[in-house]
């Protein structure tokens, strides 16, 4: 082994240069489709060390929001605090003026998510438990009123801050929003409520909060 070593120790610094670069070029093409061992790699370690910093921090964002929203109570309570809460945020653009245009951008930003949020607890959950308990009309009445819900939004954005009758929308949108939240909070949802079992009851609950989770 060592003589046959030594004897080819001419041509060692050639063929282990070959073989360097074979190696490197080896090590390479190993790069490519693999996780480590490349110049590649930290980048894409720290790549996904990022996103995985980004899913964890938006994990426990969206579990502190649930957690803040389970606490209210059963999920007609969940339901009546984020009436409660649009209807804070309508009051705050209504105490606008024309001047302050950036406000009254980010306070129809902040509507809009709340009511989005809130749209879906009541479409994906609500309104279907609704309709499996033969309160059909009055779920499906609801959810149109959504889509007028829909239209306001779009047309506050469509008209902008400084529009002349950006105040006088406003107020009608919260007038529809009122009227709706108190049909829902005040008719519909305590009479199908006083048939549900408590198990029942618990379990929508629990789907508002699991919906909740995701639109967070
Ligand atoms: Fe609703
Ligand atoms: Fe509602």
Redo the contacts with the bound molecule.
């Keep these: 082994m060592a003589t046959r070593t030594q004897g080819r120790s001419s041509n060692r610094s050639s063929s282990s240069s070959r073989s360097g670069s074979r190696n490197d070029r080896s090590s390479e093409s190993r790069s490519a489709f693999s996780w480590g061992g490349s110049s590649a790699a930290p980048v894409l370690g720290a790549a996904l060390a990022g996103v995985a910093i980004g899913l964890a921090a938006n994990f426990g964002r969206k579990a502190l929001m649930q957690g803040m929203e389970a606490a209210v109570g059963d999920w007609d309570e969940i ?1 009546a605090a ?2 409660d809460m649009a209807l804070a945020i309508f009051d705050k653009m209504l105490a606008t003026d024309a001047t302050q245009t950036f406000k009254r951008k980010m306070l129809l930003m902040k509507l809009t998510h709340a009511l989005d949020k ?1 749209a879906h607890h ?1 479409e994906m959950v609500v309104y279907p438990a609704l309709r499996e308990a033969g309160i059909k009309v009055e779920a499906d009445q609801l959810e149109l009123e959504h889509g007028e819900v829909k239209t306001f939004l779009y047309e506050l954005n469509k008209i902008g801050p400084e529009a002349p009758n950006w105040l006088e929308k406003v107020r009608e949108f919260r007038a529809l929003i009122s009227r ?2 108190h049909m ?1 909070e005040e008719e519909i949802f305590p009479s199908f409520k006083q048939d549900l079992s408590e198990e029942q009851d618990a379990e929508i609950t629990s789907l508002v909060n699991r919906d909740g989770f995701w639109m967070a």
């Design positions: 339901l984020e009436h809130h009541e709706h939240a829902e």
